[in-house]
């Protein structure tokens, strides 16, 4: 490409790496972006409610449905004995999760039945007049709880090991134990789940539904219903939020929905509310972390054994690749030389936990962090001395190989992590904040600098392909439908921008449609951060296998070579001829040139055995670090986030402006996650932390007041990604551990910083300030090495 043709690039408005807007901002914001809630009802569509239990373990002795049904407007009451082929929606095909309990609850407020009736209303009206009898059974809603009543699993646990750690730990120099809680989330979506069924002919069913993953509803609809995929079609614009939460938890209410109105051959939707949804969904895995770890008096890790116990709830829904995932992270951005990590994926009484963003990976991160804190605190020095020394190495250095056995190629995190350092002002903040607190009686400060190194790809090599639609009009518009789901996070503007740049058209001239299985088949879920990656190279792919055909076209109508064929802004350049695109379309179609391809993409170079706990499961790395310092009050363990400063590497940004709002987003929920989210259950089994009024996320007020976010704009992926892009939906989320860490070093201060604090997370107020008087009552770490 010559550079003026390479000038002429970059006038379109709005191919690859333009910062563009949201296509969706305007109506966000307005009020006018169209959700299945809004979608027109048909004549006679009715509505559904769930009947949810309020027991945690009991075998149902007797339902007595009469009084539901007899309510004015109920039209039907399901049961699971209504499924018409199977009553079973478990994404890991264990036939654990049934769409209705059947003779026994496992968890407190598991659904039952459904009601179908006239109005949203009159249905939960109805499904309060349920009667039914227990016959109670011992629980267990902890992890403590689990361990102790035998320690049941829900999947096959996972063991990574290179080395040998118990030796290595026994010939240490220094050598310390812990253990770290680290609680659950909730995904809080502002759209709650909702699915609207809709009847065809024979055995044909249209279902919206509020889902991350198509295919799996279309799946899941047809397993229930005992019908081919090929009869269920499954369609989303657009989602109200998503986390993970709407990965697989939209089964249950899509065929609910599907059931009810191929029975009543009626429309029928399904919209929980926000107590419902939180009761009756799964949440983020809550992990109980046991460590032990070798070092050397200049704090260089040796050995790591490390343990992750995760309350799973009543089924296996993803539980086993969480928890492994936890395991792939556990060693955040460190070289351990000998290490042993185990999972524990632990059965209780509680909704089954699920996908949410990061999948595990931020539990073992913080694990890792852990380790390096407590190193820190017993050497007394600064935590990032200690994170420095430990980071993985250059490629061949000896200091480059995961616990899972794969080659760390792209380490950029030392430069990442200097350069934040240094345009942070880090260490002067931190002599500041040291200053500080020798003066202060009352408020303390804390800083720390946390780095992040988080793997890109569905660890399920089979989930790594993605495919796309694309058609192209006589009058040149161009129509864009790929596999992968939109929930605020920009997805759809990001493939678009690559139809654009691929076609040098404007992106006005890319409509984007819905998604939908009738147009794309065998999709995976838009998750693992993997969403612009796939679908990005899909739709290219599309947008390739056109333009070839275009090129070869013009090159046998002009007498031309292939190689004088361009496409510039807006027009085909065929020589010294510029032919207007649409033009150009417009004859390409008279000579019969297929404008319409079927993109496909997978990942290459990524494998991994399970069973032995080998591979390269990940096609790369997205590194990133943050620096946040805080301010705590003694008294009352409240708390502010002063400054946060935040250098993160995207690769060549597809959308900078897309990518940094993903980087604050992510932040601020991950925060929440540390600090003010948290789930509680009581002895009864029940989640009381189920709204608004009692589980808190951070609001505006609770942003940091100083939130400094740049790209890493040097960076570029070494992999043949889309654009040399990297992925931003996970990788963010676990750069507030640096806040996490900040409040532990402002509580340490309290005893002069001789011990680490060990805050459990979340780190709410009252937690700050139990470890504030634990430090300054000297009370110590009891049973535990320091």
């Not at 006239?118 to 227990?134: F, H, M, P, Q």
Request: charged fraction near 25%; glycine fraction near 8%; aromatic fraction near 8%.
């Amino acid at each position: 490409m010559d550079k003026s043709t390479f000038e002429e690039r970059k006038v379109i408005a709005g191919g690859m790496h333009a910062g563009l807007r949201h296509d969706s901002a305007h109506k966000h914001v307005s009020g006018s972006a169209d959700y299945i809630d809004d979608i027109a009802e048909p004549a006679g569509t009715l509505h559904a409610a769930l009947g949810l239990t309020d027991r945690a373990h009991a075998e149902i002795v007797s339902m007595d449905l009469s009084e539901v049904e007899a309510f004015p407007g109920v039209v039907c009451v399901l049961t699971a004995r209504d499924m018409p082929h199977v009553n079973d929606i478990s994404p890991s095909h264990l036939d654990d999760e049934p769409v209705l309990a059947d003779g026994k609850v496992e968890f407190h407020g598991q659904p039952a039945f459904a009601v179908i009736a006239e109005t949203r209303d009159i249905a939960r009206r109805a499904a309060r007049k349920a009667k039914i009898v227990y016959n109670d059974l011992p629980h267990a809603t902890d992890i403590l709880d689990a361990l102790e009543s035998g320690g049941a699993l829900v999947t096959k646990p996972l063991t990574l090991a290179r080395g040998d750690a118990e030796a290595a730990l026994e010939t240490a120099p220094r050598r310390l134990k812990g253990q770290m809680r680290v609680g659950g989330q909730e995904h809080f979506y502002l759209e709650s789940h909702i699915a609207f069924a809709i009847p065809g002919e024979d055995n044909e069913v249209i279902v919206w539904s509020s889902t991350q993953h198509p295919s799996e509803v279309q799946h899941m609809v047809g397993h229930v219903l005992g019908i081919p995929s090929n009869a269920v079609t499954v369609q989303v614009r657009r989602m109200g939020g998503g986390f993970g939460g709407k990965e697989t938890q939209g089964n249950q209410f899509a065929a609910l929905a599907a059931v009810a109105a191929k029975k009543l051959k009626r429309p029928v939707k399904f919209r929980p509310d926000r107590d419902e949804d939180m009761t009756a969904t799964g949440k983020r895995h809550d992990f109980l972390v046991d460590y032990d770890v070798g070092f050397d008096d200049d704090g260089r890790i040796l050995a790591v054994n490390a343990n992750f116990a995760a309350r799973c709830g009543y089924s296996s829904d993803l539980s086993g690749p969480v928890t492994d995932r936890a395991l792939f992270h556990a060693d955040s951005s460190y070289f351990y030389p000998h290490v042993k990590l185990t999972s524990q994926p632990l059965k209780t009484n509680t909704v089954s936990n699920t996908a949410y963003r990061g999948f595990g990976g931020p539990q073992g991160m913080i694990g890792g962090e852990r380790i390096i804190e407590e190193i820190a605190y017993a050497l007394g020095k600064d935590p990032l001395d200690i994170r420095k020394l430990n980071f993985y190495g250059e490629k061949g250095s000896g200091r480059d190989i995961t616990p899972y056995h794969q080659q760390v190629e792209d380490n950029i995190i030392h430069r990442i992590v200097s350069e934040l350092e240094a345009s942070a002002d880090y260490q002067a903040r931190r002599q500041a904040v040291l200053d500080f607190n020798r003066k202060s009686r009352v408020i303390r400060k804390g800083i720390a600098l946390t780095p992040v190194k988080f793997g890109i790809s569905f660890t399920m090599t089979a989930f790594n392909q993605a495919g796309a639609l694309v058609h192209v009009y006589q009058d040149g518009s161009i129509h864009l439908n790929h596999g992968g789901t939109e929930m605020g996070q920009g997805l759809y503007t990001k493939v678009a921008q690559v139809l654009a740049d691929s076609f040098q058209v404007d992106i006005s001239n890319v409509q984007i449609t819905a998604t939908t299985t009738a147009k794309v088949p065998n999709t995976s879920a838009t998750a693992a951060s993997s969403g612009s990656d796939l679908n990005g190279m899909a739709a290219y792919d599309a947008a390739r296998q056109i333009k070839e055909r275009l090129i070869a076209f013009a090159a046998e109508r002009w007498q031309t070579d292939p190689e004088n064929v361009s496409f510039v802004p807006n027009h085909v350049k065929i020589g010294e001829e510029r032919v207007p695109f649409s033009d150009f379309i417009k004859q390409a179609y008279f000579a019969r040139v297929q404008l319409s391809a079927a993109g496909f993409y997978k990942t290459p170079k990524i494998h991994w055995d399970r069973n032995t706990g080998r591979g390269t499961p990940f096609y790369y790395f997205a590194y990133g670090a943050s620096v946040s310092e805080v301010s705590i009050d003694t008294l009352t363990g409240e708390y502010m986030v002063d400054r946060v400063d935040v250098l993160h590497d995207v690769g060549k940004s597809l959308n900078p402006a897309i990518d940094i709002g993903q980087i604050e987003g992510g932040f601020v929920q991950g925060m929440g996650w540390l600090t003010t989210e948290e789930l509680w259950w009581d002895d009864k089994g029940r989640l009381r932390t189920h709204a608004p009024s009692t589980y808190k996320i951070p609001l505006a007020s609770d942003r940091p007041k100083i939130f400094n976010v740049k790209l890493a704009e040097w960076a570029e992926n070494a992999e043949m990604t889309i654009g040399r892009s990297k992925a931003v939906g996970e990788p963010p989320f676990m750069l507030p551990i640096s806040v996490l860490e900040a409040l532990s070093m402002a509580v340490a201060s309290v005893a002069d910083y001789r011990e680490c604090p060990r805050l459990d997370a979340p780190a709410t107020p009252e937690r700050v300030l139990m470890a504030v008087e634990r430090l300054r009552a000297g009370g110590g770490l009891t049973g535990l090495n320091r």
